[in-house]
């Protein structure tokens, strides 16, 4: 069901503030049975304290079995079904940019990848480029392709391995496939319409294969990254914003641009952050809530990196970052929100590579508390909590709940 249509009719303006953090990809699983997950092996006093004032519980963002992406996880936790509001990670990857889209443009996900010699992925992420690597080898590519068969192709730096494609030009469209096989060992995928009576989105992926071997033949000297991988082929849709549905006044902090993206196309303002010498940007973050603390009552605050770590099967260096947010949390309550909340937007366990299915553990701390026998912001203690399991919709209506923003529903 679409609750955002009941929240708009019953949303009411107040004064009181929201902290709602994401750690993207926090939870995790043991790397052997009976071992802790990432969140239980961290050394986390500052979460623990928290969790014994606060309730818990466990979130699923998509439906049980299914592992959503960075996108649709976030969307269901801004409170938009991700069933119902669907949108490719090239757009939120192009709005967190701030590249502006056009009815009839295309935007796609790159990301530079090692191709083995005899051309299957060897490594999805080319070693994980800095960003000024990224910048000098897509220089190369803006070089040798500006225009494929009159659509015109423009390219972004994004972060480290990831790129922006947008194609601009009449006629395209964007139910594609993606070229990513999302593992090693294989080839990259053709491009291929979702249906092959679909001129326009057959047109799209004839494109992007024309890209893909024109980029690995400009690429082919590269070292390490001498290959692309598309995915999140889409157009801008139009939805409601947020600050329309709750007449909140909305504000991310975040530094990678899919999240910046995915809070823009839902009207939320993205805040400047001073990045410095960590793409993660804690400081920085923390400096953009401070400055801008008077002009929004709710605040989206974003953490990349216990995803990554777990992508790349790092347990411990994963179990670092979560210790280094713990540190941060003092200062984040030092705010005095009137409601703070923590969460992932999906699970990304060290021990798969990968996104997975597994509920995300989620605590909610504001005024209107009931006893809770969770004692840790952890996997096993969230199943104690008193909030159960609970769909990743649900964290809006929670949080506008508790912090007063809610009337009663009917008579």
Same mark, same amino acid.
């Given at each position: 069901m679409d609750i955002l249509p009941h929240i708009k009719e019953l949303s009411r303006r107040s004064p009181s503030k929201i902290l709602f953090v994401v750690l993207d990809g926090v939870g995790g699983l043991p790397? %052997?049975? =009976? @071992?802790?997950?990432?969140? &239980?092996? +961290?050394?986390?006093?500052?979460?623990?304290?928290?969790? /014994? /004032?606060?309730n818990l519980g466990r979130l699923t963002m998509v439906f049980p079995g299914i592992a959503p992406g960075s996108g649709p996880g976030h969307l269901s936790l801004f409170g938009y079904d991700p069933l119902i509001y669907e949108v490719g990670r090239g757009v939120l990857s192009a709005l967190g940019l701030g590249v502006e889209l056009g009815p009839d443009d295309v935007a796609v996900r790159g990301n530079f990848a090692t191709l083995g010699p005899d051309g299957t992925v060897a490594d999805r992420r080319a070693g994980r480029p800095s960003t000024d690597e990224n910048r000098r080898v897509l220089a190369k590519l803006k070089e040798r392709i500006k225009e494929i068969d009159g659509v015109k192709v423009e390219l972004h730096t994004e972060s480290e391995h990831r790129f922006v494609l947008v194609l601009r030009g009449a006629g395209l469209g964007a139910r594609v496939h993606d070229t990513d096989p999302q593992k090693t060992g294989v080839p990259p995928l053709e491009a291929r319409p979702h249906d092959e009576s679909d001129e326009a989105s057959a047109k799209t992926a004839d494109i992007l294969n024309k890209f893909s071997a024109l980029a690995r033949q400009a690429l082919s000297g590269e070292p390490k990254i001498n290959g692309v991988l598309l995915r999140g082929v889409s157009k801008r849709p139009i939805w409601p914003t947020l600050g329309e549905i709750t007449k909140l006044t909305p504000a991310a902090v975040a530094s990678y641009p899919m999240y910046r993206g995915v809070a823009s196309l839902v009207g939320m303002t993205a805040l400047d952050v001073e990045i410095g010498d960590d793409p993660d940007a804690p400081r920085g973050k923390l400096k953009a809530i401070r400055d801008n603390w008077d002009a929004f009552d709710y605040f989206y605050l974003h953490f990349k990196k216990t995803d990554s770590t777990g992508e790349d099967g790092n347990f411990d260096e994963k179990v670092h970052k979560i210790e280094l947010f713990d540190e941060l949390l003092?200062?984040?309550?030092?705010?005095?929100?009137?409601?703070?909340?923590?969460? =992932?937007?999906? !699970?990304?366990? !060290?021990?798969?590579? &990968?996104?997975?299915?597994h509920p995300v553990p989620f605590l909610l701390y504001g005024?209107?508390?009931?006893?809770?026998? +969770? %004692?840790?912001?952890? %996997?096993? %203690? &969230?199943? /104690? @909590?008193?909030? @159960?399991? $609970?769909? =990743?919709?649900h964290v809006l209506? $929670?949080?506008? &709940?508790?912090? =007063? /923003?809610?009337?009663k529903f009917g008579a």
């Open positions: 790397l %052997e049975p =009976g @071992g802790p997950t990432e969140l &239980a092996a +961290a050394r986390t006093p500052n979460l623990d304290a928290l969790a /014994k /004032k606060a003092p200062e984040l309550l030092d705010l005095n929100p009137d409601v703070i909340a923590i969460t =992932g937007d999906h !699970s990304t366990p !060290s021990a798969m590579k &990968a996104h997975s299915w005024p209107y508390m009931r006893n809770d026998a +969770a %004692e840790r912001f952890t %996997e096993d %203690e &969230a199943r /104690k @909590g008193v909030l @159960g399991d $609970l769909h =990743g919709t209506p $929670l949080l506008l &709940a508790h912090a =007063g /923003k809610l009337q």
